[in-house]
């Protein structure tokens, strides 16, 4: 425990370590709701989540190919979606967390994916919907996350889509596919 929590203020600035404590009560509440049984699970894949977000783009892509990662051309123009990833493996390897949900969770929450588990929306909608995050969509995103997860995925993508164009700002191509899954799925609960 006080490794970890050594690991946490070593890796995080003050403001980074305020927004993952964030994340974590807010994923802690996501999860009482849509996976009791998983609500510590959720606070610590939280609080842990952004453990590399402030490492320099070498670093991150110096310890991925130590860990056999493939990084792509594309993560290479647009190294901060790569912090997700790093921080899985140093969850698992430096904190030896040894947890394939937390692990996912974690590598899957700046991108999103085709087929996330409840945690990993957990994680994802955390991020974005914590009492330290101020932006115009949140109060909005906050209240559909809580209904509904995946129609919260959809309302999450389509606002960052919108909000790194308008800033001119690199979107990834996995991005596409990630919002029409949660786009048909959302198409199916709708039609039932
Ligand atoms: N779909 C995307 N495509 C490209 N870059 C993205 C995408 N989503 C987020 N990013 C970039 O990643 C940064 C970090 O996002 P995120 O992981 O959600 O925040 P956090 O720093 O809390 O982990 C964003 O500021 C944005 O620049």
Same mark, same amino acid.
């Given at each position: 425990m006080k490794r970890f929590l050594q690991l946490l203020q070593e890796n995080l600035s003050?403001? =980074? #370590?305020? +927004?993952?404590l964030g994340v974590a009560r807010t994923a802690f509440y996501l999860a009482k709701k849509h996976l009791p049984a998983k609500k510590e699970k959720a606070?610590?894949?939280g609080i842990a989540h952004d453990i590399a977000r402030e490492w320099p783009a070498e670093r991150m892509i110096a310890f991925l !190919?130590? !860990? /056999?990662?493939?990084?792509?051309p594309e993560d290479k123009l647009n190294t901060v979606v790569l912090h997700a990833p790093a921080g899985a493996y140093f969850i698992r390897d430096m904190l030896r967390i040894y947890d394939e949900e937390i692990f996912n969770a974690v590598s =899957? +929450?700046?991108? /999103?994916?085709? /087929?996330?588990?409840? #945690?990993?929306m957990i994680i994802f909608l955390a991020d974005l919907i914590e009492p330290g995050r101020n932006f115009a969509q949140r109060q909005n995103l906050l209240i559909v996350s809580f209904q509904d997860l995946k129609r919260g995925m #959809?309302?999450?993508?389509?606002?960052? #889509?919108?909000y790194l164009t308008k800033k001119n700002k690199t979107v990834d191509s996995r991005?596409?596919?990630v919002l029409n899954y949660f786009r048909e799925e959302v198409a199916k609960k709708d039609s039932i």
């Amino acid at each position: 425990m006080k490794r970890f929590l050594q690991l946490l203020q070593e890796n995080l600035s003050e403001d =980074r #370590l305020s +927004h993952s404590l964030g994340v974590a009560r807010t994923a802690f509440y996501l999860a009482k709701k849509h996976l009791p049984a998983k609500k510590e699970k959720a606070f610590l894949a939280g609080i842990a989540h952004d453990i590399a977000r402030e490492w320099p783009a070498e670093r991150m892509i110096a310890f991925l !190919k130590d !860990k /056999g990662y493939d990084i792509t051309p594309e993560d290479k123009l647009n190294t901060v979606v790569l912090h997700a990833p790093a921080g899985a493996y140093f969850i698992r390897d430096m904190l030896r967390i040894y947890d394939e949900e937390i692990f996912n969770a974690v590598s =899957r +929450h700046t991108l /999103g994916a085709v /087929g996330m588990t409840d #945690l990993d929306m957990i994680i994802f909608l955390a991020d974005l919907i914590e009492p330290g995050r101020n932006f115009a969509q949140r109060q909005n995103l906050l209240i559909v996350s809580f209904q509904d997860l995946k129609r919260g995925m #959809l309302l999450a993508l389509e606002n960052t #889509l919108e909000y790194l164009t308008k800033k001119n700002k690199t979107v990834d191509s996995r991005t596409t596919l990630v919002l029409n899954y949660f786009r048909e799925e959302v198409a199916k609960k709708d039609s039932i």
